[in-house]
């Protein structure tokens, strides 16, 4: 009988543990407000471009700002109406990032909680698309701004 209780508790034990954990690795999305910020601290010259996206019918993209770096990168950011669009979203920047790879790219995937993340290097160029809950961030550069680009993105946990 005891052999059983301890078993018992074995299960509910991990099973607390695991549901608990699943919480543990949402990360929190980051406001256009917030953003902005980070980029203007950061050193980049900032520009909400929400408008453009005022004429889709659907109201999609609800914010849009991009950060623009004095060494020709720009990162872009957009909150969307919901996290099944920011979804959509992500695996078209991915798709299209993918079609670009060459015989000696090389890239890196995360897909943790609402957390989604990859990357590509190959041709001279480097490709970054992240996407945590209903935003995503999107950047295409030079393989010389990496460095730059993921320090920038590291502030802002993208």
Wanted: a negative charge.
């Amino acid at each position: 009988m005891k052999g059983k209780k301890k078993i018992i508790l074995g299960v509910i034990l991990c099973l607390t543990v695991l549901l608990t954990m699943t919480g543990c690795f949402n990360k929190k999305e980051v406001t256009a407000e917030e953003f902005s910020d980070k980029a203007s601290e950061y050193g980049l010259k900032v520009e909400d471009q929400s408008e453009d996206y005022k004429e889709d019918d659907e109201q999609r993209i609800t914010k849009a700002v991009m950060g623009y770096s004095d060494n020709d990168w720009q990162v872009e950011y957009y909150e969307l109406a919901s996290e099944d669009y920011s979804r959509q979203l992500y695996n078209l920047a991915r798709t299209d990032i993918e079609e670009a790879r060459s015989s000696g790219s090389s890239n890196t995937t995360i897909n943790i909680g609402n957390h989604q993340k990859y990357s590509q290097t190959g041709d001279g160029k480097y490709f970054v698309v992240s996407r945590i809950g209903k935003t995503v961030v999107y950047v295409e550069t030079s393989d010389s701004n990496k460095k730059d680009v993921n320090a920038f993105l590291k502030t802002i946990k993208y």
